[in-house]
């Protein structure tokens, strides 16, 4: 399965958090939660990774206590077999879907949390309080509306800080960043349910599964796997079809490695893989938002490495 290398991460530095001690003179202003700052976005991002964690303990305990198999069962033509799920317990699809929503909302709400702040700092009351968020802006006419509503009323520092978190100042054409998807996805979960379940029978052994009636018949296997069917108890996932009449099918005792995954763009994501990096890289994020950059004679924005990690195997 090919990853996908579209997807790029928060243009971050090594040292962007740095020694809160040095006065505002000397460096960049830093935003330290219950110091000088509101602890939303910290609680905000710390809730969503706890859901991350949380959505992955539900995986390994059903995986571990109702643990799927398939059955292969003779057509009544006798000319293939299909493939059966057998899922003693059901696939609690919507519990974990509720609980990836969750972990969705609040690292995409820590962001929001911080241009709240902004634009609260020191006191500040901004002209349209309904109208303060935190843009993630794909060319520079959404960022100038940005500005319009309410970033150019903060100080320059700290607009400087939400400018270079948009994916059209680092992000190649074509690419995806991860802010840009986590805000989609999030809106996605407000509307529908976007976790798909599946079964990953790639490389099953068919030696010794079946004799034909003529032990002479020389003939070519297919296997005809339905992607498109809706995984649960007694589906049939796919065909084997033999090519000749089968007198018997010997036992086959196929443990499918299950498959939780959501689609983006047409391309389908294994979700708790794709979870923890986004955890990792709003953390990045939330760090260059709140304490700034590195000093210009330690790290040149100019001079960073394009980032481009991928997201994880589809």
């Known amino acids: 399965m090919a990853v996908d290398a579209g997807c790029h991460t928060c243009p971050v530095p090594e040292d962007a958090l740095a020694d809160d001690s040095n006065p505002p003179s000397a460096g960049p202003i830093h935003l330290v939660g219950g110091i000088n700052f509101t602890t939303w976005p910290d609680l905000k991002w710390s809730r969503g990774n706890s859901h991350v964690s949380l959505l992955q303990s539900k995986f390994e305990e059903w995986h571990a206590s109702a643990p799927v198999s398939i059955d292969a069962v003779l057509r009544e033509d006798r000319l293939g077999i299909d493939l059966v799920a057998r899922v003693p317990k059901g696939i609690p699809k919507h519990e974990w879907s509720l609980d990836l929503g969750d972990a969705l909302h609040n690292l995409r709400s820590a962001f ?5 702040g902004m634009a609260h700092f020191k006191d500040s009351e901004p002209t349209r309080p309904k109208s303060v968020y935190f843009p993630i802006c794909t060319d520079e006419k959404q960022w100038k509306k940005a500005l319009r509503d309410w970033v150019s009323e903060i100080p320059p520092e700290f607009q400087e800080r939400l400018r270079i978190m948009q994916p059209f100042t680092y992000m190649p054409t074509g690419g995806v960043s991860v802010l840009s998807m986590l805000h989609d996805l999030d809106i996605q979960d407000k509307h529908r349910e976007i976790l798909t379940v599946s079964a990953d029978l790639q490389g099953i052994n068919l030696d010794g599964s079946f004799e034909y009636e003529d032990h002479d018949t020389q003939a ?6 339905r992607n498109d069917v809706k995984f649960g108890d007694g589906v049939v996932l796919g065909t084997i079809y033999a090519g000749g009449p089968i007198r018997m099918v010997g036992q086959m005792i196929l443990r499918p490695a299950m498959k939780v995954q959501l689609t983006y763009r047409k391309t389908a994501h294994d979700v708790m893989p794709m979870l923890q990096q986004f955890a990792t890289e709003t953390r990045r994020c939330l760090d260059i938002l709140l304490f700034g950059l590195a000093s210009s004679d330690e790290t040149d924005a100019e ?10 195997p589809a």
Do not use: I, K, Q, T
Request: hydrophobic share 55%.
């Open 112 to 116: 929001d949390a911080v241009a709240w």
């Open 303 to 312: 001079e960073w490495p394009p980032m481009d990690v991928g997201l994880p």
């Open 220 to 225: 070519v296997l297919r296997v005809d796997m």
